[in-house]
């Protein structure tokens, strides 16, 4: 009699979990913030070229703000309702703590101490990254080697101050660190001749030589990397629901990408048999009602925006301005990391 009881009581539980499992999702606190301002606020760069950055005419435009865009296409059906916050290194962390944004999409790395400690959550990867080093061609400097004893121009409040500090012991280099609080104080050393090197992210660097060097050409990014720099947003914690929009909205953009799903084609795909691509259309099962969104959520994101393979294109790839290369930013299945959760 123990023994059917406890069956039974069993396979109770595994039929409330089914019915929980099926279940829509709550809208979190934050989600409802948004829809009551009508705007996703998104804290950005104070301008680094391809990830986020103003033109003349106040238009955001890069990666991160792509990402920020998708996300209001997710959750406000239109992709043009973000308001950009520009803000320094220092001061980022703080304006998503105290609740001044609402996510932060700011070519930003994921450390174990910046989870573990600043009360916030790591959502998902949009850029693989490895900090560098820049020097002028004229000053013959092939290799970080080659920095023993010299200055180096570094941002602080940043992983890239800490990476040179260990780099630099490691090495046995004796590297000098001329540190500014502000990028904008940093680019102005540097190309002012204060310093011999810059460092900070590759791909900062490839968008700052684009946008500051009167001639790009004179001015070369040293092959060696000396860290590891996942890049990608961030979102307080103790908003489960929001952390989870966020991150798939990065996870759709990527499996878009993959099973070739693009801004171009995703308005005309309703007779696809592929479940995964339907799925991703919102055609086939409702994947928004476990986020609090409707079914097209994602749909609307790649018509806005592109796939993840769009975007980076677009803003950082090889035919933009900054022509950097795919690299370790490929799909898992040409050779790279982005590897998309199954969205299902």
Not at 254 to 259: R, V
Request: include cysteine; hydrophobic fraction near 40%.
């Amino acid at each position: 009699m123990k023994l059917i009881t406890s069956k039974l009581f069993a396979a109770a539980l595994l039929g409330a979990g089914a019915l929980t499992a099926a279940l829509p999702a709550m809208a979190g606190k934050t989600l409802d913030d948004i829809k009551a301002k009508g705007q996703v606020v998104c804290g950005v760069s104070t301008g680094l070229a391809g990830f986020s950055a103003a033109d003349s005419n106040g238009k955001w435009s890069g990666l991160d703000v792509d990402i920020c865009k998708a996300i209001a296409a997710a959750v406000l059906k239109d992709p043009e309702k973000v308001k950009y916050v520009p803000l320094g290194a220092q001061q980022r962390f703080t304006a998503l703590q105290s609740g001044e944004i609402d996510i932060l999409s700011r070519n930003t790395t994921f450390t174990l101490t910046r989870d573990g400690s600043l009360g916030l959550h790591q959502t998902a990867v949009t850029y693989y990254d490895g900090q560098g080093f820049m020097v002028p061609v004229k000053s013959k400097i092939k290799s970080a080697k080659q920095l023993k004893g010299q200055t180096v121009c570094v941002q602080s409040g940043t992983t890239t101050e800490k990476n040179l500090a260990d780099y630099s012991k490691a090495a046995g280099l004796n590297i000098k660190p001329v540190v500014f609080e502000k990028l904008e104080a940093t680019n102005a050393a540097y190309f002012s001749g204060r310093c011999v090197a810059y460092t900070t992210d590759a791909s900062g660097l490839a968008s700052i030589r684009n946008k500051e060097a009167k001639d790009p050409a004179e001015h070369l990014i040293l092959p060696e990397l000396i860290s590891k720099e996942p890049l990608g947003p961030l979102v307080r914690r103790g908003d489960d629901e929001w952390l989870a929009i966020s991150k798939w909205v990065i996870y759709g953009l990527i499996e878009a990408e993959e099973y070739g799903v693009t801004q171009a084609n995703a308005g005309s795909m309703s007779g696809t048999t592929d479940p995964v691509v339907k799925r991703l259309l919102g055609i086939g099962d409702d994947t928004g009602k476990l986020l609090g969104l409707d079914a097209e959520w994602l749909a609307r994101s790649i018509k806005a925006v592109g796939n993840y393979g769009e975007i980076f294109e677009r803003n950082v790839g090889p035919t933009s301005a900054l022509k950097l290369p795919r690299g370790s930013n490929n799909q898992w299945n040409k050779g790279g990391l982005q590897y998309a959760y199954p969205l299902r």
